[in-house]
């Protein structure tokens, strides 16, 4: 059964970086068939889509984050991480990364539902 | 970017009613590209539908989807108690990808 688990420091100041890992057990992070993506949850603004990533390296990001936004994958390591700069309070929230719905290589559409999240993590920003 | 909004916010019923969520897109969503679901508290979200009308893997069919181009719902036709949770919806025909604001189907 594929399972994804966040990890990463709980607590940013702000003005410097977020970073979290996904790491994916139960399966291969270098299927053809499967984008993987990060998704974050605050009261605010409810849930948001961060940004999707192939195993190639191939990324998609949400224009509202893309200007402080890396996303990475690390294959050997069966991971994929994010990298969000400058972080204000605006950036507290509950991050998640998911697996994208299946992949056609054939159509190219890397946009598709997300199944299954890991369980999440409370990134808070402090002053 | 394409704006989903939830209606209601709330729904109050009891176990064994039926539930109807709304979700109302901005503009059309191509290709029914449009996801649901289901959120308990203190869990992450849990795919419920996917392409509009699919049911994913492990939900009773009790739950449905349905709805095309800007119009789409969910409906639960006997509430069991473990139904009462959070619902969204997500479009993935356009991106940015984006997600309805929430209902929330309590106990009355």
């Known amino acids: 059964q594929l399972q994804l688990q966040e990890s990463g420091p709980g607590l940013v100041k702000a003005s410097e970086t977020l970073s979290l890992t996904c790491t994916v057990s139960?399966?291969?992070?270098?299927?053809?068939?499967?984008?993987w993506g990060w998704i974050r949850q605050s009261p605010g603004e409810g849930l948001e889509w961060i940004g999707s990533?192939?195993?190639?390296?191939?990324?998609y990001y949400n224009p509202s984050l893309k200007s402080r936004l890396t996303i990475s994958v690390d294959t050997s390591q069966n991971q994929f991480s994010l990298k969000l700069r400058s972080v204000t309070a605006a950036d507290r929230a509950v991050y998640y990364c998911?697996?994208?719905?299946?992949?056609?290589?054939?159509?190219?559409?890397?946009?598709?539902?997300?199944?299954?999240w890991g369980q999440g993590t409370l990134v808070t920003v402090s002053s | 970017e394409i704006v989903l909004t939830q209606s209601p916010g709330t729904l109050s019923l009891s176990p064994g009613q039926r539930a109807t969520l709304s979700c109302r897109a901005s503009?059309?969503?191509?290709?029914?590209?449009l996801a649901w679901y289901q959120q308990q508290p203190g869990q992450a979200p849990r795919l419920l539908i996917f392409?509009?009308?699919n049911r994913a893997t492990g939900f009773p069919d009790r739950f449905s989807g349905s709805g095309s181009g800007t119009d789409f719902t969910l409906t639960i036709t006997r509430l069991e108690p473990e139904d009462f949770a959070v619902y969204y919806c997500?479009?993935?025909?356009?991106?940015?990808?984006?997600f309805g604001g929430g209902t929330k189907v309590e106990i009355k």
């Open positions: 998911a697996r994208l719905g299946y992949f056609d290589v054939w159509s190219g559409d890397p946009y598709k539902w997300f199944d299954p």
């Open positions: 139960g399966g291969s992070i270098s299927s053809r068939s499967y984008y």
């Open positions: 990533i192939y195993y190639t390296g191939s990324t």
């Open positions: 503009q059309s969503v191509s290709s029914n590209s």
């Open positions: 392409g509009a009308s």
């Open positions: 997500q479009q993935y025909g356009t991106s940015p990808l984006t």
